[in-house]
């Protein structure tokens, strides 16, 4: 063993991460993941309405938008046995579907298609010949040899300025980039172009939310009244806005993100060898088919996969005692009676107990505490979450379009289907899982103009508003498929008051350090699977990796005192 190659703090994703990386040589022996500052929401939520929680949980992430309070009223409705409109589900859906689609394609255009598009060698590129390469992969109507000469004049006037922004700090002319200009400035086009798509599509929240990010929501439906004949509900305009916003998420989806992914993975196949990791996968299940609740209706089937085994979907219990539980012997924090045995959500504490060295320091005490997210384990493995595990466990209950999409991908890139444990089978299941989503929004559009037209304009069910009604003690779960991953909200509610809430994110089960026995999280592992680093000082295979992951630290750490100050500052340098 030699040194420690120190990313501090990762860039590009949100929240605080740093990653360690124990080299041997040039390769990566081992590797730890710690979150930099505290979560400590839970500790807020205690005391408060159950049916406000979703307002505060929602803050746990600034990208996230909705996923929070979705998880959270989820977990209301699941405590008190609350039932909701199956037109409550369907705009649910329709919310939820928006922010992947918006989330993946900013994600891979904005934050991780930097770690494979040269942005400086774009300006190399012959416009021509990149609107030859475009039409060749694509139907996209932007693609004439002037518009990529205007896109290039714009991207110089960038770097000649000074003002380029988050293209400032990337490794450039780093020899691990492999894509010939033209294909560069494609992808730096569509980059500027995603800009301004994401702001039309983020429309589709403000229609049935009132605002993004962080919609309203309400613990019983949805606060999104349909009168086709009323200015302030959901009317007639607002639903054909709605159908053309899904218009504009499918298009770009299918002639700009799918065909540039293709055309980018086919210069990066070796990395369909390299950051898998672990080999078990774990989905909680989302999407109701038309409005329904049977978990069987699923878009995205629930389950765990072991070690890779597509042949076998091990089932998933959230409120069993003896399945999820979340260790800390390596986080900063401490469970009473000590910190070697694992706790259920329902009996999750958040006690901060840091115990490592006074901030900025030089390496990680890996053998004690080492990160501000704890280790969550699903029967006591190790598992990943997030667009990987969903698509592996739709390819696994066979589903025929993800399947088709799959099977496809691999042939056109040459790859076996071993190639999907990967950096590069995550990158690629990211954009696969979109188009899913995408295609699938139009059914539960067309889902919900049918109930509509037949008279059902029901959104919002108000049989349990009433305090009064709810049994003096409750527990529920609120589960979805964020676009990270797995998200649960577990609450426990005591006289009508939030006894306890505890969160277990996507980012905790993948950032998550090490647990009692020694077993790394998600991160770790897939940076000790075959990564070597051509130039140390500037480690673009690490962000390449821990990027593939799309990292959201702030939902894995946070925290305010109930006057909304810091309870903690950690300053790194």
Not at 202 to 207: E, G, S, V
Not at 260 to 270: C, N, R, S, V
Not at 495 to 522: E, F, L, M
Request: charged share 20%; hydrophobic share 40%; glycine share 10%.
């Amino acid at each position: 063993m030699t040194e420690r190659v120190v990313v501090d703090p990762i860039t590009r994703i949100e929240g605080h991460l740093r990653i360690e990386a124990q080299m041997d040589g040039n390769r990566i022996a081992q590797a730890f993941s710690s979150g930099t500052s505290v979560r400590g929401i839970e500790i807020i939520l205690k005391g408060r309405d159950p049916r406000d929680a979703w307002a505060f949980a929602q803050r746990i992430c600034g990208v996230c938008t909705l996923v929070h309070g979705m998880a959270s009223i989820r977990a209301v409705e699941d405590a008190l046995g609350y039932a909701i409109p199956p037109n409550a589900q369907l705009i649910r859906n329709l919310m939820i579907g928006a922010q992947y689609i918006h989330d993946h394609v900013m994600h891979f255009y904005h934050l991780h298609a930097l770690d494979w598009v040269d942005v400086v060698s774009a300006l190399d590129a012959d416009p021509v010949a990149t609107s030859a390469l475009a039409q060749s992969i694509s139907r996209h109507p932007l693609s004439s040899p002037g518009y990529f000469s205007d896109m290039q004049a714009k991207l110089k006037g960038f770097v000649e300025s000074g003002q380029i922004g988050i293209f400032r700090n990337g490794y450039w002319g780093h020899p691990g980039y492999r894509l010939p200009p033209e294909a560069n400035l494609m992808a730096v086009t569509h980059y500027f172009e995603a800009l301004e798509w994401q702001r039309e599509v983020a429309k589709l929240h403000t229609i049935f939310g009132g605002k993004n990010p962080h919609p309203n929501f309400i613990v019983g439906g949805v606060p999104s009244p349909i009168d086709l004949n009323s200015d302030s509900a959901i009317n007639a305009e607002k639903l054909n806005r709605v159908a053309d916003l899904i218009g504009k998420m499918q298009r770009f989806v299918e002639d700009v993100y799918l065909p540039d992914t293709l055309a980018i993975a086919g210069f990066y196949k070796d990395w369909a060898t390299r950051g898998e990791g672990l080999g078990n996968f774990l989905t909680y299940g989302d999407f109701p088919a038309g409005g329904l609740t049977d978990p069987a209706a699923n878009l995205v089937p629930a389950g765990v996969i072991l070690n890779r085994d597509l042949t076998t979907i091990h089932p998933v219990d959230l409120n069993a005692d003896d399945q999820i539980e979340e260790f800390v012997a390596h986080s900063w924090y401490a469970y009473e009676g000590g910190n070697t045995a694992g706790r259920h959500p329902y009996a999750g504490e958040t006690a901060l107990a840091y115990t490592g060295p006074e901030p900025p320091f030089t390496q990680l005490d890996t053998d004690g505490g080492y990160s501000w997210i704890k280790a969550p384990r699903w029967r006591g493995h190790a598992v990943e979450v997030g667009p990987l595990a969903r698509v592996l466990m739709m390819y696994a209950s066979g589903q025929e379009q993800t399947k088709a999409l799959v099977d496809g991908t691999l042939a056109a890139l040459d790859l076996p289907v071993d190639a999907l444990y990967s950096t590069l089978g995550r990158v690629a299941a990211r954009t696969l899982e979109t188009k899913i989503i995408a295609d699938a929004m139009g059914g539960w559009f067309d889902a919900l103009m049918a109930n509509i037209r037949a008279g059902d304009t029901a959104t919002f069910n108000t049989t349990k508003w009433d305090p009064s009604t709810w049994p003096r003690e409750a527990r529920g779960v609120g589960f979805m498929e964020a676009p990270r991953g797995g998200l649960g909200h577990w609450i426990v509610i005591r006289d009508g008051k939030i006894d306890n809430y505890q969160a277990v994110v996507p980012s905790t089960w993948n950032a998550g350090p090490r647990d009692p026995v020694g077993q790394p999280g998600a991160y770790e592992a897939a940076l000790a699977d075959n990564h070597v680093l051509q130039d140390p000082d500037q480690p673009l295979e690490i962000l390449r990796t821990i990027h593939s992951f799309d990292p959201c630290l702030a939902c894995a750490v946070h925290v305010m005192d109930p006057d909304g100050g810091e309870r903690l500052t950690l300053t790194v340098t």
